[in-house]
């Protein structure tokens, strides 16, 4: 296994799990279990992902476009968000 990228967050590491899978690619998430004693390690580099070494060249491609996404024209979070209208 190849470790590919370093997340910044859990919640952007299960997001590109979840890009990987829909994609046909198995991969592991490293470091996950770490997060509760972030106090006691580094805040850097503890979370990774990984991926079969023949997986790794494709997996990486799909996070860079991930990465390199921009939103939709007409998506901006309105400054409504957050307000109930009923």
């Known amino acids: 296994m ?4 370093e997340p ?7 997001l590109l799990l979840a890009v990987l899978a829909s994609e046909g690619i ?4 490293a ?5 509760g004693a972030i106090g006691d390690l580094p805040a850097v580099g503890l979370l990774g992902l ?3 070494d023949e997986q790794a060249s494709r997996a990486q ?3 860079a476009a ?4 921009t939103p939709l024209p007409g ?4 400054p409504e968000q957050g307000i109930l209208l009923c």
């Not at 910044?8 to 299960?14: D, G, I, Y």
């Not at 198995?26 to 998430?29: E, M, P, S, Y």
């Open 2 to 5: 190849r470790r590919i990228y």
């Open 8 to 14: 910044a967050s859990l919640h952007e590491a299960e």
């Open 26 to 29: 198995d991969a592991f998430l």
């Open 31 to 35: 470091g996950r279990h770490l997060l």
């Open 50 to 52: 990984l991926v079969e």
């Open 61 to 63: 491609a799909l996070i």
């Open 66 to 69: 991930y990465n390199a996404a």
């Open 75 to 78: 998506e901006d979070p309105s």
